[in-house]
């Protein structure tokens, strides 16, 4: 007769999976930008909370950062995506975006975050052009072991917003999504949210060799963010009667 | 001194749920002299690599064969064996594995009648077909006299006795879902490997576990891992190997399904003295 033991073993857990949203709240974001940005991310968390409930294997943290004239987090700590609420936005101020990235790289040190965390997702929305010193900042959080290994995605709100910049953040032009109107900057930050679920599967991918750009996290020699179905991203032309902003 | 060899591989949760089939293998071979060769693979299961159980499979198969032929090459001298895989074994040794495995890749491909890419001036593009079969691999061969390890890629080998949990090779730790993979040109390069002479001082009872990353990832954290390495060489000690055996792959799938949800693969080597229970 077999004898049936308790597994032997210590705490077993699912893998953490940080989803970060950046969100420019500087002055020129202030009316329809900031109040659809509000509205769009509020109506993302309950297909973010199915797509986790169908992963159980990961565990989908979610965290607001937004930057003006200084950043803060929005949200202290991470929260599991099933108790996240979003905390509407207030816009004012300049556009801070490398005191944002200082605030992001300490958090994607090693601690807080782990060695064997998923990929984070990092979504940078903005519509204009930063007012400080971006760039050292940005190098930083792209030199941290995590910062590489990220999953970058910029929404570029209106005609104003420098996709140099952005492009910079994301490292692949087809990650910075057009939003020259409010039902486009809905469906992007619709598209954005489904990135935590495209991280999220275990299945491993092979990196080149340490002699042929190891360091750099590129998988053989394809752009990092490709893990993503880029296919599916929608057609910016195609959305809304016009660009107006 | 006695050993018993056994090991269980299983679908992770998540790849159940998306209809995924299990994308890991292991192998273990005995020779007459006792010595025990066994491995483990995993392979990538991304879409680009649509292959990989074949390609771990392949993985597995080339380990145990190759060091079957390294150990018979030279079976009437075993200190030229050592010393060849001393020098050799991060060099040639790997060399011949990843040469044979892209060597098997190819031709299943072909008598599978699989696509053949082809680049623009009408060559066959042999790194994209070794990407569809991409793997990762450990293995050891653990003869009377010595132990010789190998590891290309993520995965786990661990010796465990009354004295504690040692790794046996330690792989670089490469952040989020990316692995190191024989389908890479030159996949040698990325091989670790050791070897260690075995002598009448080493204490029995004791366990290798060679495990796919599947099976850290799912705990944790590293310390957690190493209290679950240290749990099955004692519940293996205190109801025996059979024991084990017979639960394996139910604590496996409960392992992913509470863990990472990627397919988990353990395979366990214990020794033991004659005066001790193992069975």
């Known amino acids: 007769m077999t004898k049936t033991l308790k597994r032997p073993g210590g705490e ?23 109040g659809t940005v509000n509205h769009a991310i509020q109506s993302t968390i309950p297909e973010m909370v199915d797509s986790a409930q169908n992963n159980p294997n990961a565990q989908l943290l979610v965290r607001t950062l937004k930057f003006s004239s200084g950043a803060s987090w929005v949200t202290v700590n991470p929260v599991d995506i099933e108790n996240f609420t979003w905390d509407d936005l207030d ?7 490398g005191k944002a990235f200082d605030m992001l790289a300490a958090q994607l040190t090693i601690p807080p975050m782990t060695d064997r965390a998923l990929p984070p997702v990092l979504v940078l929305l903005s519509d204009g052009q930063p007012t400080d010193d971006y760039k050292k900042s940005l190098n930083k959080l792209l030199k941290l072991p995590w910062g ?4 970058r995605i910029a929404i570029s ?25 409010p039902q486009a900057l809905v469906k992007m930050i619709k598209w954005a949210s489904t990135a935590a679920s495209q991280v999220s599967a275990p299945s491993s991918k092979p990196l080149g060799n340490k002699n042929d750009n190891g360091s750099s996290g590129k998988l053989n020699g394809e752009k990092a963010a490709t893990v993503l179905d880029i296919n599916n991203i929608p057609n910016a032309s195609s959305i809304g009667d016009k660009d107006i902003w | 001194m006695k050993q018993v060899t056994f090991g269980a591989s299983v679908i992770g ?9 299990c994308q890991d293998s ?13 491995a483990v693979a995993d392979g990538h299961g991304s879409k680009s690599c649509p292959f990989s159980k074949t390609g771990s499979k392949i993985a597995v198969n080339t380990f145990c064969m190759v060091m079957e032929e390294f150990y018979n090459r030279y079976k009437d001298n075993n200190e030229a064996l050592i010393a060849y895989l001393n020098r050799e074994g991060d060099t040639k040794v790997a060399q011949t594995i990843d040469y044979e495995w892209k060597r098997r ?12 890419p082809i680049s623009e001036n009408g060559k066959k593009i042999n790194e994209k077909i070794y990407m569809q079969y991409g793997s990762t691999l450990v293995g050891i061969t653990i003869s009377p006299t010595f132990l010789f390890a190998l590891q290309i890629g993520d995965g786990d080998l661990f010796y465990v006795n009354n004295n504690g949990v040692n790794h046996v090779l330690q792989a670089e730790k490469i952040l989020g879902t990316e692995t190191r993979s024989l389908s890479s040109t030159d996949s040698w390069k990325n091989a670790i490997a050791t070897l260690r002479r075995r002598d009448n001082s080493e204490n029995f009872p004791s366990a290798f576990l060679m495990s796919t ?14 209290l679950t390495c240290k749990d099955y060489f004692e519940t293996i000690k205190q109801h025996g190997a059979d024991a084990v055996k017979k639960n394996l792959k139910e604590w496996l799938l409960d392992t992913s399904e509470k863990g990472c949800g990627d397919d988990v693969t353990l395979l366990i080597s214990y020794f033991y003295h004659d005066s001790q229970q193992a069975e």
């Open chain 1, 12 to 34: 077993l857990s699912s893998r953490p999976l940080h989803f970060i949203w950046i969100v420019d709240c500087s002055g020129s974001m202030f009316g329809e930008k900031i």
């Open chain 1, 91 to 97: 816009a004012g101020g300049v556009t801070d975006l």
């Open chain 1, 148 to 151: 590489k290994k990220s999953v």
């Open chain 1, 157 to 181: 709100i209106g005609q104003d917003a420098d996709d140099n910049m952005l492009q910079e953040f994301t490292g692949n032009p087809e990650l910075v999504l057009q939003a020259n109107n």
């Open chain 2, 13 to 21: 949760a998540s790849h159940k749920l998306s209809g995924m089939e």
């Open chain 2, 26 to 38: 292991y192998k273990k071979k005995e020779l007459i002299d006792g010595t025990i060769i066994m």
């Open chain 2, 105 to 116: 890749v190819l031709k299943i491909h072909v008598k599978n009648k699989r696509d053949i």
């Open chain 2, 213 to 226: 990353d599947g099976f850290a990832n799912s705990h944790k954290n590293a310390n957690e891992f190493r």
